[in-house]
């Protein structure tokens, strides 16, 4: 029961868009069994448990996610596995794979920002802020290109269509990396500067508060 009530709780504290995402795919995996959709049935249970893979991941190594983090996490894997292939969003609208490479090549420039600046262990002045931005926007777009190898691996060994339109869809995809990239670069830039830029500046003072033990030399 003490196990029971403690699932309870950490489901309440999580953001209310990641409680309602685990309900739909609960629904969606219960009305999938009763239907016996197998494929549904495993689409969803794989969405909901590579959703509980960064929890499990960041305990095992001593870090903490803000709320806003691992909710940005849980949306763009419950929109690439689950609203992507089950509903077949991919091929619905043509916006939806750009959205998700841009999403995501955000995402990794934050999180190469917060992997260099914990590398110095929060010393602003450690490098000048142009370079660890740079190093970010390498992280995030080196994650991009990983991708599109992988896909094309998969396409030639499997005959699958990962790559939609070949050539053209792969150059999309990597501009708009480099454009995420940047973005998610820039957003680390301006926190070095002291700087605010809505959510994306606070969600790195967010991980940074809730991971002080990584960041001894962080001065004002």
């Not at 670069?185 to 990584?214: E, Y």
């Amino acid at each position: 029961m003490a196990e029971s009530g403690s699932w309870r709780a950490k489901f309440r504290r999580q953001a209310y868009v990641v409680q309602l995402i685990w309900a739909s795919l609960a629904l969606a995996f219960i009305g999938a069994l009763v239907t016996m959709n197998w494929s549904l049935a495993f689409i969803a249970a794989a969405t909901f448990g590579l959703s509980l893979a960064p929890i499990l991941f960041v305990r095992r190594i001593g870090v903490q996610l803000p709320m806003s983090f691992f909710a940005g996490i849980v949306i763009f894997i419950y929109a690439t596995i689950f609203l992507g292939e089950a509903f077949d969003f991919y091929n619905r609208y043509a916006w939806w794979d750009v959205m998700l490479h841009g999403g995501s090549a955000l995402g990794f420039g934050l999180i190469g920002f917060l992997f260099v600046f914990t590398m110095f262990e929060g010393d602003r002045y450690a490098a000048p802020a142009w370079a660890m931005a740079f190093i970010a926007f390498s992280f995030a777009v080196t994650m991009g290109a990983l991708w599109e190898i992988f896909e094309f691996f998969m396409d030639q060994t499997f005959g699958l269509n990962m790559q939609k339109s070949g050539l053209v869809d792969t150059m999309w995809d990597l501009i708009v990396d480099v454009i995420g990239g940047a973005f998610g670069a820039f957003c680390g830039f301006l926190f070095l500067k002291g700087r605010q830029l809505g959510g994306f500046t606070g969600v790195l003072q967010d991980f940074i508060q809730k991971n002080r033990q990584l960041f001894h030399r962080l001065r004002k």
